[in-house]
């Protein structure tokens, strides 16, 4: 992930860099804060409820960074020439694979 960072940080500008690493910040808050509070709900901790709270918080900031970040990308990919366009989503993919596999053991 270091690499791939350090790579990104080089092909953008620092202003696009600095959207995505604020991201990346607010996403790893919400995931560490949600860790820390499902533990301590599932311990019945008294502070579950602290935790809970400091969850919520990032989870409010999420879509704001997630939205500032979306308008950084734009930019940044109207102006990357020759772009291929996405392929098929993971989920689309994931879906393929098993219909495939299903019609592969109704032959069988």
């Given at each position: 992930?270091?690499?791939?960072?350090?790579?990104?940080?080089?092909?953008?500008?620092?202003?696009?860099?600095?959207?995505?690493?604020?991201?990346?910040?607010?996403?790893?808050?919400?995931?560490?804060?949600?860790?820390?509070?499902?533990?301590?709900?599932?311990?019945?901790?008294?502070?579950?409820?602290?935790?809970?709270?400091?969850?919520?918080?990032?989870?409010?900031?999420?879509?704001?960074?997630?939205?500032?970040?979306?308008?950084?990308?734009?930019?940044?990919l109207q102006g990357i020439?020759?772009?291929?366009?996405?392929?098929?989503?993971?989920?689309?993919?994931?879906?393929?694979?098993?219909?495939?596999?299903?019609?592969r053991a109704l032959d069988?």
């Amino acid at each position: 992930m270091w690499r791939q960072g350090t790579i990104f940080r080089i092909a953008v500008t620092g202003l696009e860099a600095d959207s995505a690493e604020s991201l990346v910040s607010v996403v790893n808050g919400v995931i560490s804060d949600m860790d820390e509070w499902t533990t301590a709900a599932g311990q019945q901790r008294q502070d579950a409820d602290i935790l809970r709270g400091r969850a919520l918080q990032w989870l409010e900031a999420l879509p704001d960074t997630l939205e500032h970040f979306m308008e950084m990308s734009k930019g940044y990919l109207q102006g990357i020439p020759d772009v291929d366009p996405p392929g098929p989503s993971l989920r689309q993919r994931w879906r393929s694979w098993l219909l495939a596999r299903r019609l592969r053991a109704l032959d069988d």
